[in-house]
């Protein structure tokens, strides 16, 4: 019994990373059951047995991956002595996530990020608690006279979790034109920023505010890699920063008259 038990553990455990694998290379919505379970080694309705579909699969994988992320973030923050030293630690953590396992950062920051119906199913509670182990270590080094009190741990929590995140995404975006130029996969890419887009795309189309139009498409026809302080990078996002700023101008006007209606 206990044999039988092992490889169905194993055979599950193989299907989620192959669903990493595959989600990162292919990303969620391009990527379909069958390549998960080729990826795996495993018959196409074996993935039905452990899991409901491709969606469940992204839940479930979401959910173990974070438990096991907190658990080794509490444990690595326990070893160290002082507040400045366990903050270093979470900060080390965190970044070595994409060096040691970069599809499954790719997943956890890319994938969920957009798949806006996955966040709000999936358990935020394990996504609140390791963000808020740095706001303990500061209310801890606070009331210890390790830290100033100048900031609140919230905000302290907020302003070291983004910039983590702003590394992180950086990493990402490398990661993401990298399996393109190896798979010559086409890529939609969504993003309210500019400078990702001018830094990631071959083309960037702004849409318009209601109804949503095409407003522009904009080559961007600058080597790779892309400096973000080059000249004509900034000439382009100068440029699409002006035509967004014409829809959002668009958009307060509309608001505007609606409320004067009213």
Request: glycine fraction near 4%.
């Amino acid at each position: 019994m206990q044999a039988r038990d092992t490889k169905t553990s194993d055979k599950r455990a193989r299907i989620l990373d192959a669903a990493i694998k595959v989600f990162a290379e292919r990303g969620f919505h391009t990527a379909t059951v069958a390549e998960i379970a080729r990826a795996a080694g495993v018959a196409d309705g074996t993935i039905y047995l452990y899991f409901k579909g491709k969606d469940d699969l992204l839940l479930r994988l979401f959910d173990e991956k974070m438990t096991e992320l907190l658990e080794e973030a509490r444990t690595g923050i326990a070893a160290e002595k002082t507040a400045p030293a366990k903050l270093r630690r979470f900060i080390q953590l965190h970044l070595a996530l994409v060096e040691r396992n970069p599809d499954l950062a790719s997943v956890l920051i890319v994938e969920l990020r957009q798949s806006a119906q996955f966040l709000k199913a999936a358990d935020r509670n394990k996504l609140a608690a390791y963000v808020d182990l740095i706001a303990e270590v500061v209310r801890a080094g606070q009331e210890s006279g390790e830290l100033l009190d100048i900031v609140s741990p919230a905000t302290a929590k907020r302003a070291i979790f983004g910039a983590l995140d702003e590394l992180t995404r950086m990493e990402m975006q490398d990661l993401l034109l990298d399996i393109r130029r190896v798979s010559g996969t086409t890529v939609v890419f969504v993003t309210h920023s500019i400078e990702e887009s001018i830094y990631l795309a071959d083309r960037t189309i702004v849409m318009t505010y209601r109804p949503g139009t095409i407003k522009r498409d904009v080559a961007i026809d600058l080597p790779r890699p892309r400096d973000p302080s080059d000249p004509e990078f900034n000439r382009l996002k100068r440029m699409l920063g002006e035509m967004v700023m014409e829809e959002q101008q668009r958009h307060h006007n509309a608001e505007t008259m609606a409320s004067t209606a009213d």
